[in-house]
Structure formats: C-alpha cells, structure tokens
Nanobody, 118 residues
Framework: QVQLVESGGGLVQPGGSLRLSCAAS????????MSWYRQAPGKERELVATVSTVGGTTKYADSVKGRFTISKDNAKNTMYLQMNSLKPEDTAVYYC???????????WGQGTQVTVSS
C-alpha cells in the first residue's frame, strides 16, 4: 500500500531551524516528482518546494528561497525539507506530495505541524 509519512515538525522560535522528513513506501519513489506543500488556518494549500525525478531539479516558492532546502535520498525513499531562518509566517501544516503525471498518480501524506513563535 502507498504511504507518505511526514515527521520533524514542532515548535520553534523565529530564526530557528527544523528539518522535515517524508518517508515513502509502496511505490517507485525515484519515478515520482516530490514536493512539500503547506497550509495555514483559513488559507489555501500552497506549494513550498519541488524536487524532480532523476535530474534532481529543485524549485522554491519566492517566500522561502534562500531559507529552505529540499532534497531526497532515493536509497532511503525519503524526502527532506531543511528550514532555516524560520519566520512566524512559516507556521502551517506541511504536507508531503508525490506525483507521476504520466500515470495520473498523486499521493499525499497526513501532514506535520510547524509552529514558529516566541
């Protein structure tokens, strides 16, 4: 069965750091484009960062460029989001997403809460 499980969220002070992990199972991880999304209360879910398949191309939302780094380890079927210089506006539930467009596959994790507050 397909599973995406996020971990690493929590409470952190402004300027602090967190590393989120997304553990994948039940599908061919390396064939999927992997992304992190986030959703704050009362707002729509937004794309934070994406890493492509074998090419490893990364893209970021303007709001997180220079602060967040997305990466993946195909051997471990795990994707990461290193978050530095965190701001209160980064507070949201962060979701892991896996897409293989040619097969119309789109999978989501359950989300992990990130709260940035002093």
């Amino acid at each position: 069965q397909v599973q995406l499980v996020e971990s690493g969220g929590g409470l952190v002070q402004p300027g602090g750091s967190l590393r989120l992990s997304c553990a994948a199972s039940g599908f061919a991880f390396w064939m999927y484009a992997m992304s992190w999304y986030r959703q704050a209360p009362g707002k729509e879910r937004e794309l934070v960062a994406t890493v492509s398949t074998v090419g490893g191309t990364t893209k970021y939302a303007d709001s997180v460029k220079g602060r967040f780094t997305i990466s993946k380890d195909n051997a471990k079927n795990t994707m990461y989001l290193q978050m530095n210089s965190l701001k209160p506006e980064d507070t949201a539930v962060y979701y892991c997403n896996a897409v293989q467009s040619s097969w119309n596959h789109n999978y989501w994790g359950q989300g992990t809460q990130v709260t940035v507050s002093s």
